[in-house]
């Protein structure tokens, strides 16, 4: 059986972590922002780990 390939689109939304955590971006940066205060914005520029059951679906897809 040959190996299955990694999907790609996937791949390049995600960052795998060495404890084989999924990160992911935050939504909601695209436009609108200057409205918001200091703190939401910070908020958005760091990346928000995915929910567990989300996390074993794409380490699958991924094949780590």
């Not at 955590?21 to 520029?45: F, M, W």
């Not at 567990?52 to 991924?62: G, P, S, T």
């Amino acid at each position: 059986m040959p190996k299955l390939k990694t999907k790609k689109a996937l791949a390049k939304k995600i960052k795998i972590t060495k404890n084989k955590k999924v990160l992911r971006r935050s939504t909601g940066q695209n436009h609108y922002n200057s409205k918001e205060n200091g703190k939401v914005g910070r908020e958005k520029k760091g990346d928000k780990r995915l929910f567990k059951a989300d996390e074993k679906n794409v380490l699958k897809r991924m094949q780590v």
